[in-house]
């Protein structure tokens, strides 16, 4: 069957265009136009803080400090949402403005011309950099309290000096909130892949479980299980942003580390922490320490809600450690190092994207709603 011309594409676009319902329009706005309104809802706290909130505005400063501590430590409040809320508009302009106007001038520049891969290697190297930062602020964090390689410090004198949070602590905890929002409504908009269902439940879980950790005064664990997990994932896009570079012996070297880093710190180390939630808290607290006016949130329907919790998301690690074992058969007996969760990025769909795609810059479109605006290439028939 003939295909058809990129300007008959356009016109059956348009008119699929005229057919979506408001609501329809509303979310392609939103996700064609993200660096605008974020910049410009940014611009509004901001400018509100400064202008009418004196510097002290919750969406941008930390709130519910002790009086009188001499650490100037702070305790999680409602307030703090605020400042999540804050966080979440945050990572959605710096991530969309670091994909746009770095990494993928930077990988066209270095001769990617799959405008596939041009928007794939900006995600994934956005996430690099993300999990390389969050990742070494999370082991500072660990490094300097009482929790570092000691797990007996998750639940001694618990709950004083666990509701009791460092600036830097809670800051770090309140700022992986909001990643991790932002990380939903990224998966949402982004082009499904073949592990939707299962990344959009470890994201749910990872936000519950963020969430319940602060409320019930349990940061300690969740700064180990946030290490355990971000370490992996510095080295995964890493891995494929080479890939896309075509440097095939790195890309195979940065798969081998990140294989071995997920078995030790997403298996090894994160069931050891598990175990801990089970056996451990019964040597340091008694079994039914409810009382939340002094931040004690401890009983055994809350260990068995976090066990639950911990095991759904072990459960997910296992499935994706099956599909990477595939990935080492497919490349050690086929040659063919490939990421099977994903759609095919062969070059062979992207020749007429990348035609819409400059076309569409001729007719004005910015970089960021090129990422959204894409017609792909029809199948043959």
Same mark, same amino acid.
């Given at each position: ?38 910049? *410009? ?209 790195? *890309? ?28 451990? /808290? ?17 009983? *055994? ?74 017609? /792909? ?5």
């Amino acid at each position: 069957m003939k295909e058809n011309s990129y300007f008959e594409a356009k016109a059956a676009a348009k008119a699929a265009a005229k057919q979506d319902t408001y609501f329809v329009k509303a979310g392609k706005w939103i996700v064609d136009n993200q660096e605008g309104w974020t910049l *410009a809802l940014l611009a509004l706290i901001h400018g509100y803080d400064r202008v009418f909130a004196g510097g002290t505005s919750s969406f941008i400063h930390l709130q519910h400090r002790i009086p009188g501590d001499p650490e100037g430590r702070y305790y999680r409040g409602s307030r703090d949402v605020y400042f999540v809320l804050h966080w979440t508009l945050v990572f959605t302009y710096i991530r969309v403005v670091l994909m746009s106007r770095l990494l993928e001038p930077f990988a066209r520049w270095y001769g990617v011309k799959s405008a596939h891969k041009l928007t794939r290697f900006g995600e994934q190297g956005w996430q690099a950099i993300y999990y390389t930062i969050s990742n070494s602020v999370g082991f500072y964090v660990m490094y300097n309290g009482p929790h570092w390689m000691n797990s007996r410090s998750f639940w001694e004198g618990y709950p004083e000096g666990h509701r009791q949070m460092s600036a830097l602590m809670k800051t770090y905890y309140l700022v992986q909130m909001g990643f991790w929002f932002q990380q939903i409504f990224v998966l949402l908009i982004e082009e499904h892949r073949k592990d939707f269902v299962p990344m959009l439940t470890h994201h749910i879980i990872t936000c519950n479980l963020l969430g319940w950790s602060l409320y019930m005064n349990f940061t300690r664990i969740g700064n180990a299980i946030l290490c355990c997990m971000d370490f992996s994932d510095i080295f995964l896009p890493c891995t494929k942003c080479l890939r896309y570079l075509k440097m095939e012996k790195p *890309a195979v070297i940065g798969f081998i580390i990140f294989l071995l880093s997920w078995i030790y710190t997403r298996h090894y180390i994160y069931i050891k922490i598990m175990l801990s939630i089970i056996y451990e /808290p019964q040597q340091y607290i008694s079994k039914d320490m409810w009382d939340p006016a002094k931040g004690a949130y401890y009983n *055994a329907n809350v260990q068995l809600a976090f066990t639950i919790l911990l095991g759904v998301l072990q459960l997910l690690l296992i499935y994706w450690l099956v599909l990477l074992l595939r990935i080492v058969y497919g490349f050690a007996f086929l040659g063919n190092l490939e990421d099977n969760r994903s759609d095919s990025e062969d070059d062979g769909d992207d020749q007429e994207n990348i035609c819409v795609q400059n076309s569409a810059n001729m007719d004005g479109d910015g970089d960021n709603n090129r990422k959204r605006t894409l017609i /792909p290439k029809k199948k043959a028939e």
